[in-house]
């Protein structure tokens, strides 16, 4: 007998920590019927989280106690695969997979594929993905968690029907101030190393990022994305004593983190995590101008137009009362989005803004920046594990992982 392996889409409004707390604790969902009396085991970035919590609390490591280094220290690769070997060892009868890909690179997806196609050959899996392109390929029982509710479907295909390519009729909102900056190069790079307590990070990055440019950056889990865009922003300080130009002026000659950042729209999920306060969406939009999180003065006029004109261009202007809070994660990335695009920064650096998002929501989101790209005279760095389908960059910077550090190269487009 074949063994049965489930395989869940889920959207932004799916109420999926119901689901996986009913078929871990009971009772058990509809159509699960074969996993009754057993017990599962989870595969999560949040039980990832949960272990490192405890192993910080009690200063011990729990799950890595066969390696010298601990979780919280781990790629995302090598925190998934500790954990599945942590479950495989408690012999589960079977496991949730919750996204596991989320956040990997091709490699570690693959590695993470070959292992689960092992284990799948004794123990049923229950797969939950927003992304169609994750589907593990021995699923054989497909459904739809719409909210709370699990819409079984005999066919793969009836759940994923095309989606209509998302067009943006109006154009994108001219800005109320511009920025001079003197020169066509925004951003240079050059011979640029970094180095973590002895351990090469990045080796000899040669990267030169002009003016209304849009490129992608890629790279391995660990590979430097994060500490390339960390130098850019300021906040790093291993870009001093190097070869590192921001809007024109070399790192370390008396700018300040402000004057950099105030040139820079920014956006990453965890960055929604912040935006704890109830403010409404409108406010939200227009704190993009006051670099500020949530409004606290009076708008002006002025602000109050351009906050409308993009509230209508991503078809939100209708909610512009309802509270931030309140969205779907689809809504949420989209106001974030458009409030690091609302002053038309020189520079924009969008850090894995898709992760997380269902296929139809992240088609939504880059034909929104593709748009803005096309539109605007903002350089853009769009930053990513996967291949975002329809993802219009020019340039695509690409670092090679090495144990003396990453190098980087540019590919054609």
């Not at 889920?10 to 074969?34: A, H, V």
């Not at 139809?360 to 996967?386: D, G, Q, W, Y």
Request: aromatic share 8%.
């Amino acid at each position: 007998m074949t063994q049965k392996h489930w395989a869940i889409f889920t959207g932004n409004t799916s109420q999926k920590e119901e689901l996986i707390d009913s078929l871990l604790e009971g009772p058990l969902p509809k159509g699960f019927n074969e996993l009754k009396h057993l017990e599962g085991s989870l595969l999560s970035k949040l039980a990832v989280e949960r272990f490192i919590d405890k192993e910080d609390r009690h200063g011990s490591k729990i799950i890595t106690s066969d390696t010298s280094q601990s979780l919280k220290s781990m790629s995302s690769g090598e925190q998934k695969k500790a954990l599945l070997k942590h479950i495989l060892s408690t012999q589960p009868d079977f496991i949730i997979l919750d996204n596991p890909f989320d956040n990997l690179d091709t490699t570690a997806q693959e590695d993470l594929k070959t292992k689960l196609k092992e284990v799948s050959a004794d123990t049923p899996m229950i797969q939950l993905l927003s992304r169609k392109t994750d589907l593990l390929p021995f699923a054989n029982t497909f459904a739809k968690l719409e909210g709370k509710d699990l819409v079984f479907s005999e066919t793969l295909e009836t759940l994923l029907k095309q989606q209509e390519k998302q067009v943006f009729a109006d154009d994108i909102p001219l800005p109320i101030d511009s920025y001079e900056i003197e020169g066509e190069t925004l951003i240079e790079l050059k011979g640029v190393g970094v180095t973590y307590s002895e351990k090469p990070i990045l080796r000899d990055i040669d990267w030169q990022i002009k003016k209304g440019e849009f490129w992608e950056l890629r790279g391995r889990n660990g590979s430097g994305k994060t500490t390339i865009l960390s130098m850019i922003t300021g906040e790093n300080p291993k870009g001093y004593g190097q070869e590192l130009y921001i809007f024109g002026r070399k790192k370390g000659t008396g700018e300040s983190v402000w004057e950099i950042k105030k040139r820079i729209g920014y956006f990453t999920p965890s960055m929604t995590d912040k935006f704890t306060g109830y403010h409404s969406i409108n406010h939200m939009i227009i704190s993009g101008l006051n670099d500020s999180i949530g409004l606290y003065v009076q708008p002006t006029e002025a602000q109050l137009r351009v906050a409308k004109e993009w509230l209508q261009l991503i078809g939100l202007w209708h909610m512009k009362d309802q509270l931030f809070h309140d969205l779907s994660m689809g809504q949420k990335r989209l106001i974030m989005c458009a409030r690091a695009m609302i002053k038309h920064p020189p520079l924009l650096i969008l850090d894995e803004p898709t992760a997380g998002l269902d296929d139809e929501s992240a088609a939504l989101f880059v034909a929104l920046v593709n748009k803005f790209a096309n539109e605007s005279n903002t350089t853009v760095i769009f930053v990513s594990h996967r291949k975002e389908p329809g993802l219009e960059a020019e340039f695509i910077y690409q670092l090679e992982k090495s144990e003396t550090g990453s190098t980087g190269r540019i590919l054609t487009s």
